[in-house]
């Protein structure tokens, strides 16, 4: 079986991530309901006559897959996956809308036909002219997770040599806010504003000079009680070979809802270990996870992320093991382990 | 005719979200198609739809369309003469 190295991860987000050193050197405060993502020019990745149609989902993968290929110095890649809570919600706004305002009439074609999850993936194998195998994961909070899932079983198996992985959503204009409007009806709701953001990255099994980490393990599951996510959390470990004591950071998602319990049960376990959080600053969307990848490999990579990311942290530290875990409302719930070359 | 003229304008540049133009970047003669504005099959989808919806004209002839499109001048003769509203 081969190794699955990361060779590059991108990540726009609500906070200056996709900064031209690729690092946060300073953290933005929000407040607010919603947030929308740090948009970079997108004028310098994409071309003027196809900007002009894309949604902000569209442009962020456009433009975060882009970067990850350049960075991994790959034309193009063996294969696109992408995962997508909500896809091109703006443009399925668009259109439903005009379905009712014009009574099924005078309906036009181009918010419909990039009104699909799969919009993102399809466009960037457009620039790219990849016709290789193209796939997009909507399942919720783990679409980013399934897509990794699903490279890894490529990768390891020696089937694709190089693959793009990403993970987009966009706030869109008005479904985001009917999903506030019921969450604040909720006893115990989420705390941190809603969001958008796209993460792309590199996936081989080719060890070069460069590479940032290694995708140790992913891993879904549907449901469990929070009294056993330790449980779950150490079997995932002892089948992957790696003891508790090994890991040097988890990153976790909270978000503030009552469902945060599966959290702490886990911080309770690992009485040593860093601990990070990213909601509160990147918002919660269905793919902020691959946020989470992506500050794990920046650990990894040694680059220094703000303080206020960190609930718990050591005075100084190489961190060689990391372990993100997410859930959503008690369900959807993801382990992925990343590791040092 | 002036006034349809410079109505077709702005709903081109809206709904065609041709962000880089204004108004006055499009001359009445330029070709829409090709090398003036550049626009695609997917545009002309989005005109066709444009003179049903706000003009009341349906085109059902394909070729009829490409003639119709020429120029802000050949569209704006054109929805002149067969406008229902």
């Known amino acids: 079986m081969k190794t699955c190295y990361i060779h590059s991860v991108v990540s726009i987000s609500a906070q200056n991530s996709f900064s031209e050193n690729d690092t946060i050197s300073e953290i933005q405060e929000h407040s607010g309901s919603k947030i929308p993502a740090v948009h970079p020019t997108y004028r310098d990745f994409i071309p003027l006559s196809q900007l002009r149609r894309m949604s902000p989902a569209v442009k962020m993968g456009v433009a975060a ?11 193009k890649p063996y294969a696109i996956i992408t995962g997508s809570g909500l896809g091109c919600i703006a443009d399925t706004e668009t ?10 009439q005078f309906l036009t074609p181009t918010a419909f036909i990039q009104s699909t999850h799969n919009t993102v993936a399809g466009q960037i194998a457009l620039g790219l002219k990849c016709k290789g195998y193209n796939t997009t994961y909507a399942h919720g909070s783990v679409s980013f997770e399934s897509a990794l899932v699903d490279a890894q079983l490529q990768v390891e198996a020696g089937e694709a040599n190089n693959i793009l992985v990403g993970g987009v959503d966009e706030l869109g204009t008005e479904f985001v806010d009917y999903v506030h409007i019921v969450e604040q009806k909720q006893k115990q709701p989420i705390q941190v ?16 000079e460069g590479i940032v980490a290694v995708l140790k393990a992913v891993e879904i599951q549907s449901k469990t009680a929070p009294e056993n996510i330790v449980t779950e959390m150490h079997d995932f470990l002892k089948r992957n070979k790696v003891d508790s004591s090994e890991i040097d950071a988890i990153i976790l998602g909270n978000n503030g809802d009552a469902f945060d319990a599966y959290y702490q049960h886990i911080e309770k376990l690992f009485p040593k270990t860093d601990f990070l959080q990213y909601k509160k600053y990147v918002g919660e969307f269905f793919t902020t996870s691959a946020f989470a990848f992506w500050m794990g490999a920046q ?14 942290k050591a005075e100084s530290k190489s961190y060689k093991t990391v372990l993100l875990y997410n859930q959503f409302k008690g369900s959807q719930h993801s382990f992925v382990l990343l590791t040092r070359c | 005719m002036d006034a349809l003229k410079q109505e077709l304008k702005e709903n081109i540049i809206e709904q065609l979200n041709l962000e880089e133009f204004t108004v006055e970047d499009i001359d009445n003669d330029d070709a829409l198609f090709g090398d003036g504005l550049g626009l695609d099959s997917i545009d002309a989808l ?12 349906k085109l059902t002839d394909p070729e009829k369309s490409k003639e119709i499109f020429q120029s802000i001048n050949v569209l704006a003769a054109y929805i002149t003469e067969h406008r229902t509203k």
């Not at chain 1, 259109?95 to 099924?104: K, P, S, V, Y």
């Open chain 1, 299 to 312: 650990l990894i990579e040694g680059k220094t992320l703000p303080k206020q990311f960190f609930s718990r």
């Open chain 1, 65 to 75: 897959s882009k970067k990850a290929l350049e960075k991994a110095n790959i034309n």
């Open chain 2, 46 to 57: 989005e005109l066709i739809v444009m003179l049903d919806k706000d003009y009341g004209i």
């Open chain 1, 193 to 208: 504003p809603l969001s958008e953001g796209a993460t792309f990255c590199v996936l081989s099994s080719e060890r070069k």
């Open chain 1, 95 to 104: 259109f439903l809308n005009t379905l009712i305002e014009n009574e099924e």
